[in-house]
């Protein structure tokens, strides 16, 4: 037994649906590697509610936090409060979706060469505070619409959102995309996105905090386009991209819309982190429709994992194994059918495995 090796515990939710079809041999792959993982399995949705009686139970919640970090499949529904807390519980406000074009991806695009982007969504604020109510509970406040110019209660019956911007949240968030881009080769650019014509004083402020921010990174250079401008360039010329950062909605509709750029969803990795937590999933949902097939691309979580083991410190099997996935690309003989190959979830993990002589 190596005596310097530091053991690390990631907890596993294998998710619901199709997404176990993909954390099972992400797991079993990184377990190979034999880097001295310890993994624990917190019961989570309709399994833990048949054990204990609750969707997200306290034994559930510890096993997420005595772990090191958290390997998420994607939930449906009922596991919907265990997202809940490695989001808001767990603060992790910085949710990191890198968008790589992997030479041998079929991507809609001619010219995906060089696509090397991460968006930096705000994980936490925005429209996702969670409060939604009835117009007509607003009448108290006598809210003034700018452009409707009446009152927003006498607009009629219908329901309203709260859009929350603070100054914590988009520092936090703004300074970790500046850090990530000193980090990245190449290109250092961070473009700030937002709709701040239409909403100067939420989106307003997230550029003026942006604003402020780039001034402590002269190494890096600072760009800003209002959010609907910015997906047309995104389309057009993606590859004059490095770290662009945003708020939640925009991120979550973003992210995946550059995922399509490269491939599909299937290829999109996602880490979620905050101060002193951080768990990894693949951007897309849990494939109901390819559920039980088999079929189901891995290349999402398998670089979600990279993602992960870099984290926990990892580096050189996290540089091995996107190496290896993107071997399999380069070579094409091994794909899943969402990228025009016969290859099963398995066979493409093998084929990966084989490359990291594991
Ligand atoms: C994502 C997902 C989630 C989100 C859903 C499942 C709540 O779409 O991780 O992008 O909107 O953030
Ligand atoms: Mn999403």
Redesign the pocket.
């Known amino acids: 037994m190596n005596q310097t090796r530091v053991s690390k515990t990631i907890a596993v939710i294998e998710g619901d649906d199709a997404a176990p079809e993909v954390i099972q041999p992400t797991v079993e792959l990184i377990d190979r590697m034999d880097l001295g993982i310890t993994w624990t399995y917190p019961l989570v949705g309709e399994a833990a509610k048949a054990e204990t009686g609750k969707s997200f139970p306290d034994v559930s919640r510890a096993l997420i936090d005595q772990a090191d970090t958290t390997l998420f499949g994607s939930t449906s529904g009922s596991s919907g409060s265990s ?1 809940l807390y490695l989001r808001w519980g767990k603060k992790t406000f910085a949710n990191v979706r890198p968008c790589l074009h992997l030479p041998g991806c079929s991507s809609p695009l001619a010219n995906p060469e060089g696509i090397d982007f991460v968006i930096v969504r705000e994980n936490l604020e925005d429209l996702y505070v969670g409060v939604e109510g009835q117009l007509a509970d607003l009448a108290p406040l006598n809210l003034v619409g700018r452009t409707i110019r009446k009152p927003i209660h006498e607009l009629g019956v219908g329901r309203f959102a709260i859009k929350a911007i603070t100054r914590e949240g988009s520092e936090r968030v703004i300074r970790f995309a500046f850090e990530l881009a000193r980090t990245r080769d190449g290109q250092k650019r961070v473009t700030s996105t937002q709709k701040h014509n239409m909403l100067p004083v939420t989106d307003g402020y997230f550029l003026e905090i942006a604003r402020e921010i780039a001034t402590e990174y002269p190494d890096i250079e600072y760009e800003t386009f209002i959010v609907d401008d910015f997906a047309c360039r995104m389309i057009v010329q993606p590859q004059h991209f490095d770290v662009i950062v945003m708020p939640n909605l925009y991120g ?1 509709i973003l ?1 995946d819309g550059a995922a399509g750029l490269v491939g599909s969803l299937g290829l999109a990795a ?1 880490g979620c982190y905050g101060e002193d937590y951080a768990y990894f ?1 693949p ?1 897309h ?1 849990t494939a109901p429709d390819i559920a039980g097939k088999g079929i189901i691309n891995p290349t999402a979580t398998l670089l979600s994992a990279c993602m992960m083991l870099k984290y926990l410190d990892f580096e050189d099997a996290a540089t091995h194994l996107q190496e290896a996935i993107a071997s399999v690309y380069a070579e094409g003989k091994r794909l899943t059918p969402d990228q025009g190959g016969t290859a099963s979830t398995l066979d493409f993990c093998a084929a990966t495995a084989e490359r990291l002589n594991i």
């Open positions: 997202l979550d992210s996602s999933e951007a949902g």
